[in-house]
């Protein structure tokens, strides 16, 4: 088997005494689609937080490209930039238009050309169907244009890796699909993600790999047709429940 793109090795992550992450071990190969479901408060967010460098993590590892990145602060900075993610909220400068958003990663943190970066900011936006939107301002567009538009700025980084984190869970139902159709291009494309979601239908079509937390540790790990057939945990059944 080929090196993973990321390797979590027993992370362990806590919020005063409270643990959150308890020995987290979790390898992703190139190219694949995890997609990472549990109840609320589990540590999903959490272990998105840390594999993205925004949370400190008290132990473990975690290697990144063959490289460990786990308290190497220089690494990060170059790392981050590989590392794309997106969030429930979106997160866009309301002051900004479009295209202004998008560029402002490629322009003022990896110092690419002007002509470069829009060229291929206009590529990806025209590829989510929002070309006609690159001089708006957020406040102009829906929630789902302003969640594509999101999803738009992360990849225009060139990254070898997408977390998503519930990024539909703030959207009206009628736009829930439109983010999704992206990801799941996304996925046929060969992008590797990580993925946080409550759409079950969308994570066994999107997902080679499904993992089920419950209090910050990874219960199951299966293919998407094992769990939603045939779940292993008392714990996985209950929570498959509430969507079937
Ligand atoms: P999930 O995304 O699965 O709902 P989270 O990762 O957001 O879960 O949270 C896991 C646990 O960590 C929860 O109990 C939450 O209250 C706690 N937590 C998350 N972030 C913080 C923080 N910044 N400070 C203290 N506790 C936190
Ligand atoms: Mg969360």
Redesign the pocket.
Known sequence: MTEALVKLQNLKKA??K?T?LNGINLEVAKGEVVVIL??????????L?CINGLEIVQGGNIIFQGKDITSDKKSWQQVRQSIGMVFQSYHLFPHMTVMENILLGPLKVQKRSKAEATADAERLLDRVGLLSKKDAYPRQLSGGQQQRIAIVRALCMYPEVMLF?EVTAALDPEMVKEVLDVMLDLAKQGMTMLI?THEMNFARAVADRIIF?DQ?EIREMASPDEFFTNPQSERAQQFLNQFF
Request: a neutral charge; one cysteine or more.
């Open positions: 919020f005063d409270h959150v549990g109840p609320s408060g589990c540590g999903k967010s959490t272990l937080r984190d946080v937390m910050g």
